[in-house]
């Protein structure tokens, strides 16, 4: 069984820095996609930042490129997503998730079979 665990999350004003993190137990690093989602209040689950096997570098959604970074730590079992020059409308409960997905549905919640807890981040104006 696969359990994903999420830390880092908090209150940070606009301009300011986070680093989310998320542990995995069980297999979890047998899959080959690992991502960051996020969901915000009245709005669909959406695609922040992932990896997929395939891929020679991480994945950003438009709205979060060059300024959050995705990395893991296959020693520690951990994925990690760095938040920097943080707006209002990145404040949203982020989720990380794994499973083993096809590329071409690496942005689709639908496709993950585990998921965290998620963390809430709220970025002040």
């Known amino acids: 069984q696969v359990q994903l665990v999420e830390s880092g999350g908090g209150l940070v004003q606009a301009g300011g820095s986070l680093r989310l993190s998320c542990a995995a137990s069980g297999r979890a690093f047998s899959s080959n996609a690992m991502t960051w989602f996020r969901q915000s209040p009245g709005k669909e689950r959406e695609f922040v930042a992932g990896n997929h096997y395939s891929l020679s570098s991480a994945y950003y959604a438009d709205s979060v490129k060059g300024r959050f970074t995705f990395s893991r730590d296959n020693a520690k079992d951990t994925i990690y997503l760095q938040m920097d020059s943080l707006k209002p409308e990145d404040t949203a409960v982020y989720y990380c998730?794994?499973?083993?997905?096809?590329?071409?549905?690496?942005?689709?919640?639908?496709?993950?079979?585990?998921w965290g807890q998620g963390t809430q981040v709220t970025v002040s104006s």
């Open positions: 998730a794994v499973g083993t997905v096809r590329y071409s549905q690496l942005t689709n919640t639908d496709a993950y079979d585990y």
